[in-house]
């Protein structure tokens, strides 16, 4: 079975801090996914990484970075947290030659 | 279908009874498409996939069909029952052989089945 869990399931954060969301996969997939999900607008992409160590930006990358130094690990992090990215966060992982994303529970942050 | 704004598509049905949700995809050149389930509070669930060089595949009680004329793909949930009730979103592989198979999520359909 895949597994793919997130550090946090409910995180509250307040306007300015530094927040870190750890992402963990034990299939030794190669490409990692971080999202975000709003109602009404869906599943957003706001990284992937398809290697450690290597990233690419997705649609809404701003406000975010992210780390990849080990293959189970992504880390999403925002650097200046702000009230519009309360947000549910889904982390995903697939094998490299495999299209199936499987996600974590997910991680719902709310910023005052 | 697809949602509009911020209300989901909601589809109600009677438990044993079939469900059929809809999903128009957007991009012709797409050659992989998903089905995930997602209940509340909870991150989403591989249900079904299928490839483009197909025009229906089953699973255990569900059902994806492919209309690749009108880029439109449905899922069927044969005899529904209350554990089926989420949000159901279909998601598609817009760039067939990239590298890094992102994929495209619709908004979703909200199923609840009724007692």
């Known amino acids: 079975d895949v597994k793919v869990t997130q550090s946090s399931r409910y995180l509250v954060k307040r306007t300015g801090e530094k927040v870190f969301l750890e992402c963990v996969q034990d299939?030794?997939?190669?490409?990692m996914f971080w999202y975000r999900q709003d109602p009404g607008l869906g599943l957003r992409l706001i990284y992937f990484s398809y290697d450690v160590k290597m990233k690419e930006k997705g649609d809404i990358p701003e406000g975010y970075s992210v780390s990849r130094e080990k293959k189970e690990r992504f880390s999403l992090i925002l650097e200046s947290a702000s009230t519009n990215q309360t947000s549910m966060y889904l982390c995903?992982?697939?094998?490299?030659?495999?299209?199936?994303?499987?996600f974590g529970p997910g991680t719902r942050l709310l910023v005052l | 279908g697809e949602s509009v704004g911020l209300h989901l598509p909601t589809l109600s049905v009677q438990e044993g009874d079939n469900s059929i949700i809809n999903c128009a995809y957007s991009?012709?050149?797409?050659?992989?498409f998903i089905w995930y389930k997602q209940e509340s509070g909870k991150g989403p669930q591989f249900i079904i996939d299928?490839?483009?060089?197909?025009d229906k595949r089953q699973g255990q009680r569900v059902t994806v069909l492919l209309n690749k004329t009108v880029k439109h793909l449905s899922l069927q949930i044969a005899a529904t029952q209350p554990g089926d009730s989420a949000v159901y979103f279909c998601?598609?592989?817009?760039?067939?052989?990239?590298?890094?198979?992102?994929?495209?999520f619709g908004k979703g359909t909200l199923l609840t089945v009724n007692p």
């Open positions: 299928i490839r483009s060089n197909m």
């Open positions: 299939m030794d997939h190669e490409n």
């Open positions: 998601a598609e592989n817009m760039i067939p052989g990239g590298s890094n198979y992102k994929l495209t």
């Open positions: 991009n012709s050149a797409s050659d992989y």
């Open positions: 995903a992982s697939t094998a490299g030659d495999q299209e199936t994303q499987y």
